[in-house]
């Protein structure tokens, strides 16, 4: 074995021990603070819009395990080269080991709820490291011989499986630290009971078909939180200050002490492309807003809420639709539960009318009231636009893209949106022909999506299937295609099909 291959080998199996400690010690008292995460968050903060919409578009909900597999990849890159030329220059180990501290410091720095303390982890595994490189390559440098030695050698197999057991048992105890966090908070999430509504919501209408209501885990999950936020529900708390006469802090127990309400609103994501899969119905328990808006006092002036989650995310979301009279809430249920931990418990805001990015902070603990001329938050840095107004939309959920069907009657049928607005009609035009006016099944508001149905006599052959929706104001959904990028996608859903 070469000594270049001895010390790639000896590089990989000592920064992996590094980062196996430096997660042990992030889990124990600051998970945010893994470098792992935090590199990641770093790149996620990075990465061109259009390159997000891509990974959204194309990966789904996996874009988060693949870009953390690309790190990780990348890390056994560096640490293989920085081995390899520890192998014959000794130099070379603070160098690599300081990129790699500096870099997983610098990321965990940068996170917008970060703390001094968060870059220890990363220094701290850095420099296991580059002391544990050291002790592989370091008999083995001082017995370099001039040609490659033939045999094993038994010292350096030893110490490499002594450091890979090391790693072993401090990632198993990381994981162990996590998995106990995840059921600690799900036992606190499961102690929670939350009380009647105040102002309930109204039965669904007669007729109301399946699917009306999306179920808690199907319904999407689009964020950049590379691990779910844990939350003690017990020491949650908001806080609500700017522009205001007096400050107020809330805690859960506050929260489900008021009158609350209980609202079927349909949620939607900007990142959905045309026909695209992010938006779901749910039966959301809440504390309006803009009682607690009242309590603090609006000052005259102010036009932007910025909502601020426990791991430093920042929705940008306008004032005045927490106050005019829409059922704007800070969400402690979903569906008769408690949130579940991926949609923001203990409390998550809401915004009927908005895409999530302007009205439906995550894992809310702040609220400031300030202008829009003050601060930009995450996404409106990144070019999205500031008001986030859901735009008309409609989609084809049967027959599928590409679908087989067989002719004669084919029940062609989805759903269609327009929050605070509603839907009047929805219509589907088969290769291109005139406008056919479908069925409209009944709903639950203007907040929710609308389902219908048409049943289409297909004849043999290729066809493709169009759907347009207008809405209450009689604004007719536009056919021009338009990408999410920056207020969200616009278009007609087609789908083709084969009949015969």
């Not at 903060?45 to 990974?55: N, Y």
């Not at 791991?311 to 829409?326: C, S, V």
């Amino acid at each position: 074995m070469s000594h270049r291959l001895r010390g790639a080998i000896c590089g990989i199996v000592a920064a992996g021990a590094g980062i196996a400690v430096a997660e042990l010690f992030a889990a124990a008292i600051r998970p945010a603070a893994g470098p792992l995460v935090a590199v990641g968050g770093a790149v996620i903060d990075a990465t061109p819009t259009v390159v997000k919409e891509f990974a959204v578009r194309e990966l789904g909900t996996n874009d988060k395990p693949v870009l953390l597999t690309v790190i990780a990849l990348v890390l056994v890159q560096l640490a293989a080269v920085t081995g390899a030329a520890a192998a014959r220059w000794r130099a070379a180990i603070p160098v690599g080991a300081g990129l790699l501290g500096a870099t997983g410091a610098a990321a965990a720095l940068s996170r917008p709820a970060s703390t001094a303390f968060d870059a220890i982890p990363a220094l701290t595994g850095a420099l296991l490291s580059g002391v544990a490189l050291w002790w592989l390559l370091r008999e083995r440098r001082e017995r370099a011989p001039a040609v490659p030695e033939k045999g094993v050698d038994r010292r350096l197999v030893l110490r490499l499986s002594l450091l890979a057991a090391g790693a072993g048992l401090a990632e198993a105890a990381a994981l162990t630290l996590a998995t106990r966090r995840e059921a600690a908070t799900g036992r606190s999430r499961e102690a929670i009971r939350l009380p009647p509504p105040a102002d309930p919501a109204p039965s669904l209408p007669s007729g109301s078909p399946p699917g009306l209501i999306t179920g808690n885990t199907a319904f999407y999950r689009v964020d950049t939180a590379l691990t779910v936020p844990r939350v003690d529900p017990a020491a949650w708390r908001l806080r609500i200050h700017g522009m205001v006469h007096r400050e107020v802090v809330v805690s859960l127990a506050d929260l489900l002490r008021r009158p609350l309400i209980e609202r079927d609103i349909t949620l939607n994501c900007v990142s959905n492309e045309v026909g695209g899969p992010y938006a779901g119905t749910a039966r959301w328990l809440g504390a309006p807003l803009a009682d607690l808006l009242r309590e603090a006092g609006v000052r005259a002036g102010a036009d932007q809420i910025v909502a601020r989650s426990v791991e430093g995310m920042t929705i940008g979301t306008p004032l005045a639709t927490a106050l005019d009279g829409r059922d704007t809430m800070l969400a402690v249920g979903m569906n008769g539960e408690p949130l579940p931990a991926e949609h923001g418990f203990p409390v998550r805001m809401l915004t009927p009318g908005l895409y999530g990015y302007a009205g439906a902070c995550k894992w809310v603990t702040e609220l400031e009231i300030t202008t829009f001329d003050r601060f930009d938050a995450y996404w409106v840095k990144r070019g999205w636009s500031p008001r986030g107004t859901v735009k008309t939309a409609s989609r084809i959920d049967r027959p599928k893209p590409f679908a087989r069907v067989a002719a004669g009657p084919v029940t062609v049928a989805g759903v269609a949106w327009a929050q605070r607005r509603g839907i009047a009609a929805v219509e589907i035009s088969v290769d291109g022909g005139a406008w056919i006016e479908a069925e409209l099944l009944p709903t639950a508001s203007i907040d929710t999506w609308v389902q219908w149905r048409h049943t289409w006599t297909a004849g043999p052959g290729a066809h493709s299937i169009a759907v347009r929706a207008t809405d209450r104001t009689g604004a007719v959904q536009p056919g021009t295609r338009v990408t999410p990028f920056p207020d969200g996608a616009t278009g007609w859903h087609t789908i083709t099909v084969t009949v015969g």
